[in-house]
């Protein structure tokens, strides 16, 4: 029985998290921790803590983990590049998992965007992004947008800096050859859509995935957080977890 630390108990994914570990025959709540409550003691005595809150709580919560050797899941989203040099250099002492998504369905996305970066390519093929949130996300692309974003760079030797565009607007020109097109949606209470698409000339070819519940990356979290058990210090992700790497 792996005994879990609940982070952020009062949002939403905060409550998800604690539902899926209760449902999980592997797994208890321990403790849990909210805002203004002592975090080094939250951390005492559990075998795993799972974060979904804030990026700017993530350097406070790796300062804890490290204080108590306790392995960590990460779900949060946005974090600059300072606060992931801070997670990957935290994961030289502590098995850490760190994903954009953790729902296995996403995961699934991961892959086969990949397989059809590799197949497709973009010399024919124009690629374009959408995702939409509900109207409360705070951070703009998602991080599943952010992960599909770089699997599509990494096959088709494109930069995020230099060939992503966010949305279009006015006189632009013909499309760029390079270019991957990135749109964000948001409004209502959408959990999660996300959907890669290949144009060409006379096809099209879209994966897409819909969440229409968080149990869906709480369950994955608390999967994640199990599997954690007895590794060895290192960043993993849910490909990791999954076995698809």
């Not at 799972?50 to 050797?69: G, K, M, Q, R, W």
């Amino acid at each position: 029985m792996t005994n879990l630390l609940i982070l952020g108990r009062s949002g939403r994914m905060g409550q998800a998290l604690v539902e899926a570990a209760e449902a999980d025959a592997h797994a208890a709540v321990g403790k849990t921790h909210d805002h203004g409550e002592n975090l080094l003691t939250a951390f005492a005595g559990v075998d795993a803590a799972i974060d979904f809150t804030v990026h700017n709580f993530t350097e406070s919560v790796l300062n804890a983990a490290l204080e108590n050797n306790t392995p960590l899941v990460i779900g949060t989203t946005g974090h600059s590049d300072e606060e992931k040099a801070r997670i990957v250099e935290a994961s030289k002492t502590l098995p850490i998992v760190f994903a954009a998504n953790y729902s296995v369905g996403v995961n699934t996305l991961f892959f086969l965007t990949q397989k059809a970066a590799q197949i497709l390519g973009n010399d024919s093929f124009d690629i374009e992004v959408t995702e939409m949130h509900h109207k409360h996300k705070i951070d703009s692309p998602s991080g599943t947008a952010r992960r599909l974003l770089e699997i599509l760079n990494e096959e088709t030797d494109t930069s995020y800096k230099e060939d992503v565009t966010h949305g279009r607007e006015g006189n632009i020109g013909p499309r760029p050859a390079k270019e991957i097109g990135m749109h964000t949606l948001r409004g209502g209470d959408v959990v999660g859509d996300h959907t890669v698409m290949f144009a060409a000339e006379g096809e099209r070819f879209e994966l897409t995935h819909k969440a229409s519940s968080r149990m869906t990356f709480s369950s994955g979290a608390v999967r994640a957080a199990i599997w954690l058990q007895g590794r060895a210090a290192g960043l993993y992700d849910m490909q990791d977890v999954l076995g698809l790497k």
